[in-house]
């Protein structure tokens, strides 16, 4: 890993990505709840919040719509990924090349590796390729880290969690992306293994303001440097809200309770 503390991807050192590579990932089902979602534009407008430090979306996604938010946004370019139309073992096709994610005007990269998978060999070896052209560019590498397989049990127990922010490290990642492994000390351990490289949590499906605020704030208490996150932002009404919300527990380290408070303040609640 290199230091990326005055990269565009990270503020104060912490990090929140927004994802939205979901319509590639999950398909039209994740926009179902709040069809504006399925804009682009929308979403492109939220990372344009504060607290966003970069938005990571695919290609098509990056040609089509960067352009008319380069001044405003920090593009991450998440190089591989697969539909859920896909049925056989994990893998993720390299979408398009660090040089060409430079060209796009991206700062930084995303690489899904999923180690366990019969394919893990050939990710580990793209995931090289893409680290080492991005260290030409100074582009931070984010390291969608995700034990899945055929072969693998217990793909989210604390200890498999651990192991994946650990290949993270092992495999020069600057940033690992893993899953909430279900406690703060388990948080504390996946990010002791770590080592240099930052931990930040997968969003996941989308939960309450403040089941999902308690999880952000137990992966901070744990030393975790901050968020990628989808489905709990673009899937709610108000967006921004939730964004006011978890820049005061991320780069303001506040509890959840003055965090709420403070967003509803800014941004009261529909009745
Ligand atoms: P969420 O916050 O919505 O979980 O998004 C994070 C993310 O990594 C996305 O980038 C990706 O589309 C999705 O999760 C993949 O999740 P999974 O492979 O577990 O379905």
Redesign the pocket.
Known sequence: MIPIDDSPLTRDGKVL?L????G???GPV?FEDVPESANPERVFDVATHDAVTSL?VQKGIAEAYYPSYEDDVNLLA?LN?TS?LWRGEPDSAVNWSVDYAHEVGADSI?F?VYGGSNNEIEMVEEFRDAQEKAREYDMPAVM?S?P?GQGLRNAKTPESIAYSARLGLELGADVA?V?YPGSQAAMEETVRMAGKTKVVM?????RSDEEFLSNVKSVIDAGGAG?????????RENPERLLDALEKVIFEETSVEAALDAAEAAAPEAE
């Open positions: 990505i994802a939205y590579d979901h590639l990932e999950h994740d990571a998440k990924g859920n995303g899904t969608w995700y899945r992306k899953k997968s969003g996941g499906s989308k968020l990628a996150v989808g489905r709990n932002v673009f899937q």
